[in-house]
């Protein structure tokens, strides 16, 4: 994300990033200021990730 994040910057385009956080167990998340899209990676049939992406 870094060097995407340079790329846009060189065409003018701001963003802000974030180091990833890494959760467990119950866990909720705000969209105070942005819309968050959650992407769910299901794996070995029953495993899953699910990676949040705020989008403001």
Partial sequence: MGNTATIFST???GIDITPPTLCSGN???TNNY????CIPLIYDDSKFIEINVAIK
């Fill in 11 to 13: 065409k003018g385009i």
């Fill in 27 to 29: 866990v909720s998340f």
């Fill in 34 to 37: 942005s819309q968050n899209v």
